[in-house]
């Protein structure tokens, strides 16, 4: 079975500096789909940044990008000049390709941006 | 854009009452997806449809059943509810059931049993 990891709880960063969220993954696929959700206060899941496995090219939006090394089941998030607006639990999560039904969430990297 | 409907946002029930969540996909999406997230975990999924049928099963207690409508648009019942099943409800919607294809989620219900 597949399983996601997020060994970081909480982290923090200063306004307009740079953090990474760490996720790695365990599976036996080739073919997936990696996701990074945002969940603020509302507790809305919001997309934020999605990865094909089969796609070499970090997949990048704005000031998000990703990590992927597929070889070590890597997927980590970058978040640039961090906003105020960017507080929130972030969700690593995997897809098989051959199964769309089932969403594996990591436990959750709760975001802290200080003014 | 339109987004995921869910109905009701919060609810609050007896221990075994019964409830209903209703949720409505993005229009012309056809696949809906149900998740059940606790307080302080991650999202866990519950049971999927595909063009009104159900497509796949997860983690979903047998005291709960799901249907999709004509319309798309889903309801999750839930019988006989326990204290363990306040939570937060989501559910999400894609356009065609294979993995390639975006789930967008809704705002969620908020379940308290009582």
């Known amino acids: 079975a597949q399983t996601v990891t997020q060994s970081q709880p909480e982290m923090s960063v200063q306004e307009a500096e740079t953090v990474t969220l760490s996720c790695t993954y365990d599976t036996s696929e080739s073919d997936y789909y990696l996701f990074w959700y945002k969940q603020p206060p509302s507790r809305q899941m919001i997309l934020v940044i999605r990865q094909e496995a089969y796609k070499q090219q970090n997949a990048t939006e704005n000031r998000f990008s990703v990590n992927f090394q597929k070889a070590a089941k890597s997927f980590s998030l970058k978040i640039s000049d961090s906003q105020l607006g960017d507080a929130a639990m972030y969700f690593c999560a995997y897809r098989s390709a051959s199964n769309n039904n089932d969403m594996r969430f990591g436990a959750g990297t709760r975001l802290t941006v200080k003014p | 854009a339109a987004g995921v409907i869910q109905s009701p946002r919060h609810l609050i029930k007896e221990k075994r009452e019964t409830a209903t969540l209703k949720c409505y996909p993005i229009?012309?999406?056809?696949?809906v997806y149900w998740y059940q997230q606790g307080p302080g975990q991650d999202p866990q999924f519950l049971i999927s449809?595909?063009?009104?049928?159900?497509?796949d099963k997860g983690s979903i207690p047998d005291r709960f059943s799901a249907q999709q409508f004509s319309d798309y648009h889903s309801e999750l019942n839930m019988s006989s509810l326990e204290l363990g099943d306040s939570a937060l409800y989501f559910c999400a919607s894609s356009l065609g059931g294979g993995s390639s294809y975006e789930q967008y989620f809704g705002p969620g219900t908020r379940l308290t049993v009582t």
């Open positions: 449809f595909y063009e009104k049928m159900q497509s």
């Open positions: 229009p012309r999406h056809d696949t």
